[in-house]
Nanobody, 124 residues
Framework: QVQLVESGGGLVQAGGSLRLSCVASGRTFSRSAMGWFRQAPGKERDLIAGISWTGGGLYYADSVNGRFTISRVNAKNTVYLQMANLTPEDTGVYYC?????????????????WGQGTQVTVSS
């Protein structure tokens, strides 16, 4: 059973920064593609960032490209999402997700486990 536990969400003013963390267990982390999804109020959950198991492959949705950075430390079974220059449109629940070995990190359908989510609220 894969478990993913996110932390780091909260309330921030527009223009501010936050770093989300996700600790994974139950699957060989160093061989898992990892991603971050976001679900804005009234909208579907979308893949906004993904990283390959080596860290060499990266994906960003257009809406966050240039502002968000995904990274991982395999020795800590942890994936991060550094978010900068936040806007109210970034408000939502952020979910960490894991994909099996061999999966693409840029395809939302590859992910098969999600965490419980962490709320990010950006005030104007």
């Amino acid at each position: 059973q894969v478990q993913l536990v996110e932390s780091g969400g909260g309330l921030v003013q527009a223009g501010g920064s936050l770093r989300l963390s996700c600790v994974a267990s139950g699957r060989t982390f160093s061989r898992s593609a990892m991603g971050w999804f976001r679900q804005a109020p009234g909208k579907e959950r979308d893949l906004i960032a993904g990283i390959s198991w080596t860290g060499g492959g990266l994906y960003y949705a257009d809406s966050v490209n240039g502002r968000f950075t995904i990274s991982r430390v395999n020795a800590k079974n942890t994936v991060y999402l550094q978010m900068a220059n936040l806007t109210p449109e970034d408000t939502g629940v952020y979910y960490c997700a894991s994909a099996p070995y061999g999966s693409r990190w840029d395809l939302p359908g590859e992910y098969d486990y999600w965490g419980q989510g962490t709320q990010v609220t950006v005030s104007s």
